[in-house]
Nanobody, 127 residues
Framework: QVQLIESGGGLVPAGGSLRLSCIASGRAFSRYTMGWFRQAPGKEREFVAA????????DYAGSVKGRFTISIDNAKNTVYLQMNSLKPEDTAVYYCGVDSSRPAGFVGDKLNEYDYWGQGTQVTVSS
């Protein structure tokens, strides 16, 4: 069983920055692929970014590439999402997910590939 706790959300003006954190329980954290997804009101949850267990493989949605950076600190069981140049369309609840079965060097961008989720943290970007 894995428990995830996200933090770092808030209200920022367009062009601002936020850093989201996700702390995971479980001794196997260093073997997990981690991902960030988001869900805006009235929309489906969508992929944002993912990182493999070594930190060497990362993937981003096209809408955030060049603005967001995902990173991992296995010593702290934590995955981060640095979000820069935020836009109003980035407003959503951001969720951290674990893919516990994917080998190192691979990441996934499909919702059903992730088997554990946090409660989410709200990010609101004002125009």
């Amino acid at each position: 069983q894995v428990q995830l706790i996200e933090s770092g959300g808030g209200l920022v003006p367009a062009g601002g920055s936020l850093r989201l954190s996700c702390i995971a329980s479980g001794r196997a954290f260093s073997r997990y692929t981690m991902g960030w997804f988001r869900q805006a009101p009235g929309k489906e949850r969508e992929f944002v970014a993912a990182i493999d267990s070594t930190g060497g493989r990362r993937d981003y949605a096209g809408s955030v590439k060049g603005r967001f950076t995902i990173s991992i600190d296995n010593a702290k069981n934590t995955v981060y999402l640095q979000m820069n140049s935020l836009k109003p369309e980035d407003t959503a609840v951001y969720y951290c997910g674990v893919d516990s079965s994917r080998p190192a060097g691979f990441v996934g961008d499909k919702l059903n590939e992730y088997d554990y989720w946090g409660q989410g943290t709200q990010v609101t970007v004002s125009s």
